[in-house]
C-alpha cells in the first residue's frame, strides 16, 4: 500500500486499501448488493447477501458520508486506540472517516492541524482520519503495538437491522461539544456573514441572499453634487 510500511496487522492494511460501496459481482442482479460490510478474519468486503457464512467473524459495517467511508467508533474502538482522531456526530453515532480525504485550497491556519495532511482540526485531537494517524504512527513508533486492542468478538446485527449506510448531508458532521480555535486565510474556517451570523444559521432563519446583499449595500448615505 503506497505510504505505508510493515508493522500494521493485515486486516487493518486491508481496510484502509478497500473499496468499498462497489456492486457485488456474486449478487449484481440484487438490490442492496454494495460491498459494505468488512471481515477482519477475512481481511475481505462483501455485500449483505453473502453475510452468512461470515457471522462467525469479527464483523463491521461501514458508512458513506458524501463519497467518503467513516465507521463508528464504536465498533473501531474495539480493535485500535481512535481517541485522537478527530470524530463527528451524525445519527446519533460518532463516526471517523477511514482515509484521508482531499483539500481544494492548501492549509493557511494558525491553529490545530492533521500531524499527516495538515487538514484543520479542533483543538483536542491530532488525526483527521484513521490512515493518518496509521502513517504518522508507524513512521514516529516503527509499529502499532500500543494502539491496538485484543478483540475476539465483533458481531453484526441481524440482516433485518443493517442500514444501507449512506448517511444522508442532512447529518451535519460536527462535534457540538468540541470547538476549534484558529484563524484562517482560506479554506478551513466557516464562513460568516458582515452581521456576523453563518450561513447555517442564516438557513434556520429563513435569511435569504437578496437580505444579505441589502445589509451588505447599508452605509452612510451619499447626496449627489448640486449644480
Not at 41 to 53: A, H, K, N, V
Request: hydrophobic share 30%; glycine share 6%; charged share 25%.
Amino acid at each position: 500500500m503506497v505510504g505505508y510500511s510493515s508493522g500494521m496487522p493485515n486486516w487493518l492494511e486491508a481496510m484502509l486499501s478497500e473499496k468499498f460501496f462497489n456492486p457485488c459481482m456474486i449478487h449484481e442482479a440484487n438490490k442492496k448488493n454494495e460491498k459494505n460490510i468488512f471481515c477482519l478474519d477475512c481481511c475481505s468486503s462483501f455485500c449483505p447477501q453473502c453475510l452468512p457464512p461470515h457471522r462467525p467473524h469479527r464483523l463491521f459495517q461501514i458508512r458513506r458520508y458524501v463519497y467518503h467511508d467513516v465507521v463508528r467508533v464504536e465498533d473501531l474502538e474495539k480493535l485500535i486506540d481512535c481517541s485522537s482522531v478527530q470524530s463527528y456526530t451524525t445519527n446519533s453515532a460518532k463516526v471517523v472517516f477511514l482515509n484521508e480525504r482531499s483539500q481544494s485550497r492548501p492549509f493557511r491556519c494558525s491553529g490545530n492541524a492533521c500531524r499527516s495532511c495538515d487538514r484543520p482540526l479542533q483543538d483536542q485531537y491530532l488525526f483527521c482520519s484513521l490512515s493518518c494517524k496509521v502513517k504518522e504512527v508507524l513512521v514516529s513508533e516503527g509499529g502499532l503495538e500500543k494502539e491496538l486492542r485484543e478483540c475476539e468478538s465483533l458481531p453484526l446485527p441481524s440482516t433485518c437491522e443493517l442500514d444501507e449506510g449512506h448517511l444522508m448531508p442532512e447529518s451535519v458532521l460536527e462535534s457540538p461539544s468540541a470547538t476549534s480555535s484558529y484563524s484562517c486565510g482560506g479554506g478551513g474556517g466557516t464562513t460568516r456573514s458582515t452581521d456576523g451570523s453563518s450561513a447555517l444559521d442564516q438557513k434556520k432563519r429563513g435569511v435569504t441572499g437578496f437580505e444579505v446583499l441589502n445589509r451588505r449595500k447599508k452605509g452612510v448615505p451619499i447626496r449627489a453634487p448640486l449644480f
